[in-house]
């Protein structure tokens, strides 16, 4: 088996990547002669961002605080439901075909019956992200604590553990990998709802200012969009990652070992 890169050389691979990647966006859209109304070339968009950056900085703000506070309260509330279904046969059996259909249904429509309830502006925004969120926080956290060994959760009855002991000092540490798994996946499933409700229900946020552009066929506004959600996604993942890193090293045993 080869030895694994170490740390710096992986990172300096994955940004000649990113940079290659650019690099040749920019080129092939030069030589084609692509119309920016098709496809801006990375130099013009990070122009614009630039230039506009003082008028998209507020609406950065506005989409990154409903998107975390969606996120929170769709991980609250997951993390409930998860606990409450992975903990007992009969509360599975009974909520889960529920989790399955409302996960089912394609956010896109809840968003009119959101405004109609609560108006046009954040709220549909938050309530978007939070749904998004939910249902895979609630099957992670549901699927970690339905594979703690039954084993030892004998062991611990006999030596006079409760319920609630056994629930708090070994399933839910044993679901921390399955729960942070899933926090990266409504995390970014979380700017999904946000950006999608924006551009249906808010006078304010990225997702309202690509609409905006694409509406006046501003094209290299409509990708400075898109880079500032993407920057915003990437920044939270990593944050999401180093926060994993801290909790569940435990899981990650030998790779601790590789160099920095």
């Given at each position: ?140 956290v549901a699927t970690g604590l339905a594979t703690t060994e039954p084993e030892l959760e004998d062991v611990l009855r006999v030596l006079g553990a ?67 959600l993407a920057a915003l996604g990437v920044a939270l993942y990593s944050v999401s990652a180093l926060v994993e890193s801290r909790f569940t090293s ?11």
């Open positions: 088996m080869s030895k694994p890169l170490p740390r710096w050389r992986r990172n300096l691979l994955s940004f000649s990547a990113m940079i290659g990647f650019f690099l040749l966006w920019e080129v092939l859209c030069r030589l084609l002669g692509v119309s920016e109304l098709v496809l801006p070339v990375p130099s013009q968009i990070a122009a614009v961002l630039i230039e506009k950056m003082p008028i998209l900085w507020p609406h950065t703000q506005q989409t990154l605080m409903t998107t975390l506070v969606g996120f929170f309260l769709g991980v609250f509330i997951g993390l409930l439901i998860g606990v409450i279904i992975g903990s007992s046969r009969v509360a599975y059996d009974i909520a889960y075909p529920l989790l399955v259909g409302f996960s089912s249904i394609p956010k896109v429509a809840v968003v009119p019956i959101f405004v109609v309830w609560f108006g046009s502006g954040t709220i549909p925004a938050i309530l978007t992200s939070m749904v998004i969120g939910i249902f895979p926080v609630v099957v992670n409760k319920k609630r002991d056994i629930l708090w000092n070994v399933g839910l540490p044993r679901t921390l990998p399955y729960l942070f798994a899933s926090l990266k996946i409504a995390l970014t499933s979380a700017f999904i709802g946000t950006v999608l409700a924006e551009t249906v229900a808010s006078n304010k946020g990225i997702g309202n200012v690509m609409m905006i552009a694409s509406g006046n066929f501003d094209v290299p506004l409509v990708f400075a969009g898109l880079f500032i435990w899981t990650q045993r030998g790779k601790g070992s590789e160099a920095a």
